[in-house]
């Protein structure tokens, strides 16, 4: 034990910087839980398998994991197994040579998923920073007569997203109002008070449905190879929905339009019946977000891809509160391509990366937005 | 009752403390039945009882989280107060105390609002009352009876009569020992009901507006035990999160399985290992074929017990009960206990007479 009054505190250390959002209060958990017992089954029998571990990563699994990102079983493991690993060599080291070895604090777990680091734009104006004026440098001269670029001012990485994470939590919020739904088992005070005075006596109470804000959000991602130049402009989204800021989600993946599977958007290669999907939503409450290109980058749209997305539209309909088609091209793109008529059928309801367009759909009154497709226009295109 | 100090709240799952197989009643009708705990989830438990804080139980469907809750309520009983397992023959048995040790079971539906757990008050009642009052004490007399109106009238004086409490209001009362809650199914509620909880679960204190009253808190040894399950159709929000303790209870294994069907049915099977063990054969195929389709969900144990029962009935002779069992594909009522959908059912049908033509 690394030392009596914190127990274990290197290890805790050692999970927060692998990203779990440990607070000091849990922290204080496993000092409670040692101080009752827990934890230290197997203790004193020092085998070298190390089983007296297993205890302690129960307690310690209990404590501190949670069905969440920020408290993951796999980041966890990985810690505490690098951790007993190192003690033991500790150990080890120390019964053979009797040196104390220095403590090393674990390195940190890199994060799995996070973008590279944007280096800081050079502003076209700014000043060359000290060190670079000391320093001298070797100028390289252009070909004469060719303007010289300066390629460090160009990123290509992206980071101006149209669609920032802030204004896709106030769509969110706008999509979340609560409606009045379901049985009637609320007392309206009002409604009553005004029927006693109507009526000059008390006969009834007036009920009325309970306002609630059940609200899901399910996102159908093409995961096509065309919509891959697009992804980085979908990961605020992304984002918002792992944080959990935007709960209850489920983001689906497909391939082209969605036929019989839907794809789990974790793990790619688990399906999941279309059938389910939707027998598991509800009419009021379930929203939809599309991100596709419905056909955009196809000129010449083939009678498959139209008919399966009209298929595909007609029994998503009657199963939805809402829909939000985010086409990621420009309308001016749509134009002469399935896209096109997709928008026609939608009504409206796709829509380009900008931010007011998207909140302006979700401001639509939850009350008429019952989502009806417009008849297709035969053998348009 | 019992000494306040030596109250022991720890849960050990151990053979003395099982209801007998066929299931023991409390005063309030909750069945009773014999429940093996997993090693890991006893920890948990006892952890969770220790730290005072809520356990939150995840894991399939029919694996045994909801059960866990009545399954400790029956040891603290037995431990603290020598309630023995009943004896079959006599039902009551004499040490059996009259009220049960305070077990307070809420189950989340999806209309369920955080009040409703703590306490509901009966506006419209007192409404009506103050109407009825109001209409004139000497008719009502007349229609009501004296004494009916005095309660009327005593009852409008005082507003506490008029709200009752839920689950968690019952449980954060005073009490005379660690009361046992079971919140059922969180996660079919609205997605803003576990937060609506945060302060009661966190500080286990509430204030009734409509009254003044201020429930709660429990004094440190009195603070119930709070075991909160979740089928994961939804995801808890991350404050809530942070306040419980949290299991995911795996599916038993076969040799679990193989006690939990020896303590539930008990002599009942004694004579008939052959059947169950090929009844286990059969689920595991099915358990196994079902968890690698996709958006079909695998039977649970309490699927596996409904189709044990099925074929252990008593005027069942032995050999019956196994040609059943070898022809399951074509004994679709048998097949219902443990796959409930039509699609899965074709499947395994298919699957097993493709496997007996190969």
Not at chain 2, 306 to 321: G, H, R, S, W
Request: include cysteine; charged fraction near 25%; aromatic fraction near 8%.
């Amino acid at each position: 034990m690394s030392d009596l009054v914190f127990p274990f505190l290197d290890l805790f250390q050692a999970l927060q910087q692998a990203g779990m959002k440990l607070s000091a209060e849990q922290y204080d958990l496993l000092r409670q839980s040692l101080c009752q017992g827990f934890g230290l089954e197997n203790w004193d029998s020092q085998n070298k398998e190390g089983k007296y571990w297993d205890d302690l990563r129960q307690v310690c699994r209990v404590l501190w994991v949670k069905p969440s990102r920020n408290y993951d079983v796999q980041v966890f493991d990985q810690v505490f197994n690098r951790y007993v690993n190192q003690k033991r060599q500790g150990i080890q080291a120390q019964q053979r040579a009797e040196v104390i070895p220095t403590a090393k604090p674990p390195k940190p777990l890199e994060p799995t998923r996070q973008w590279p680091k944007v280096p800081l734009r050079k502003m076209a104006a700014s000043q060359p920073s000290v060190e670079e004026a000391k320093v001298p440098v070797a100028v390289k001269t252009g070909l004469a007569g060719l303007p010289e670029v300066d390629d460090t001012g160009l990123s290509l990485t992206p980071s101006q997203m149209p669609l920032p994470q802030r204004s896709l939590l106030d769509s969110w919020q706008l999509l979340r109002r609560p409606l009045r739904d379901g049985t009637r088992n609320e007392l309206d005070m009002d409604a009553t008070i005004r029927r006693i005075t109507q009526e000059g006596y008390f006969s009834n109470v007036v009920m009325r449905p309970i306002k609630s804000k059940r609200v899901e959000l399910i996102v159908l991602v093409d995961d096509g190879n065309v919509m891959l130049p697009f992804r980085p402009a979908l990961q605020p989204l992304i984002n918002a929905i792992e944080t959990q800021q935007i709960t209850p989600a489920t983001v689906y993946r497909f391939t082209t339009y969605p036929d019989e599977y839907l794809y789990d958007w974790q793990q790619p290669t688990q399906a999941i019946p279309f059938d389910q999907v939707l027998s598991r939503m509800h009419v009021r409450r379930t929203i939809v977000l599309i991100w596709g290109d419905a056909g955009a980058t196809q000129p010449n749209p083939s009678e498959d891809h139209r008919t399966g997305l009209m298929t595909f539209l007609t029994r998503l309909s009657p199963c939805v509160r809402s829909l939000i088609w985010l086409n990621p091209l420009p309308p001016h793109r749509w134009v002469g391509t399935l896209a096109e008529e997709v928008a026609y059928w939608l009504d409206g309801r796709m829509t380009y990366l900008s931010a007011p367009q998207v909140l302006a759909l979700a401001k639509r009154p939850a009350t008429d937005d019952r989502l009806f497709l417009r008849a297709p226009i035969l053998g348009g295109g | 009752m019992t000494n306040q100090a030596n109250v022991d709240y720890s849960y050990s799952g151990e053979q003395k403390y099982q209801p007998i197989a066929d299931g023991f009643r409390d005063p309030d009708g909750r069945e009773y039945f014999p429940y093996l705990p997993e090693p890991g989830l006893k920890k948990a438990l006892n952890l969770a009882i220790a730290l005072k804080r809520p356990l939150l139980l995840e894991g399939e469907p029919g694996c045994g989280k909801t059960r866990v809750a009545a399954a400790l309520a029956y040891e603290l009983a037995c431990k603290n107060w020598g309630t023995q397992p009943a004896d079959p023959t006599k039902p009551k048995s004499p040490k059996q105390p009259k009220d049960w040790w305070n077990f307070y079971i809420w189950n989340i539906t999806s209309s369920s609002r955080a009040q409703d757990g703590l306490y509901t008050f009966d506006a419209v009642a007192r409404l009506r009352d103050a109407q009825l009052i109001g209409s004139g004490p000497e008719q009502l007399k007349k229609y009501l009876g004296e004494q009916e109106t005095d309660a009327l009238e005593n009852r409008l004086k005082d507003k506490t009569k008029y709200r009752e409490f839920g689950a968690l209001g019952q449980a954060l009362q005073a009490q005379t020992y660690r009361p046992v809650l079971l919140i059922d199914e969180i996660d079919k509620a609205d997605s803003d009901f576990p937060n609506d909880l945060l302060l009661e679960l966190d500080e286990l204190r509430f204030t009734i507006g409509d009254t003044n009253e201020n429930i709660g808190p429990p004094e440190a040894d009195k603070k119930p035990i709070i075991l909160i399950t979740s089928n994961r159709e939804k995801p808890l929000p991350e404050p809530f999160l942070r306040r419980c303790l949290y299991y995911y209870v795996p599916f038993p294994q076969a040799d679990t399985l193989r006690s939990i069907i020896a303590a539930r049915f008990g002599q009942r099977v004694a004579q008939k290992q052959e059947l169950v063990n090929q009844a286990l054969e059969k689920f595991d195929r099915i358990y196994r074929l079902l968890g690698r389709q996709p958006g079909s969900r695998p039977p649970g144990t309490s699927e596996l017990l409904e189709f044990l029962t099925a074929l252990i009935q008593e005027d069942k002779a032995v050999e019956e009960a196994i040609t059943e069992l070898e022809n399951l594909a074509e004994e679709l009522p048998l097949l219902g206990t443990l796959i409930k959908t039509k699609a899965d059912q074709d499947l395994y049908v298919k699957t097993s007479s493709k496997s007996s033509e190969g």
